[in-house]
């Protein structure tokens, strides 16, 4: 845990999330600026800055976080329709928070490319 990250302070407790799931490995709640009707954030619960910090020793973190959005998309009734995951790496791919986190987006129409 990073105490000076954002999503540390929500998987702490200390800062308050409208939570959607959570298990030993991971956290989902909902975004406080949506950009889709659904807008979702998927964490681990490790502090790992980026995809670029992924490796042999902390890869599970990433496996919890893909399954636990597909168990969100299907809970939200998103599935049937389609969604989409984002994952941003770094200041050009978007990053704005330095905790790994895949976002769900669905309930409308999405555009592509996406920006």
């Known amino acids: 845990m990073s105490e000076n990250c954002l999503f540390c302070n929500i998987i702490s407790g200390t800062v308050p999330a409208d939570k959607v799931d959570e298990n030993d490995l991971a956290l989902a709640f ?3 600026n949506p950009q889709a009707p659904a807008h979702i954030l998927v964490i ?3 502090h790992i800055a980026s995809t670029l910090e992924l490796n042999d020793d902390n890869s599970q ?4 976080v893909t399954q636990m959005a597909n168990a969100i998309a299907k809970n939200e009734d998103l599935s049937d329709q389609g969604f ?3 994952i941003n790496t770094g200041k050009y791919g978007g990053q704005t ?3 790994l986190h895949l976002h769900i987006l669905g309930g409308r129409q999405l555009n592509w490319p996406p920006g």
């Open 61 to 64: 973190y990433l496996q919890a």
């Open 97 to 99: 928070v330095d905790h």
């Open 44 to 46: 681990p619960k490790l």
């Open 84 to 86: 989409r995951w984002v």
């Open 30 to 32: 909902r975004d406080i």
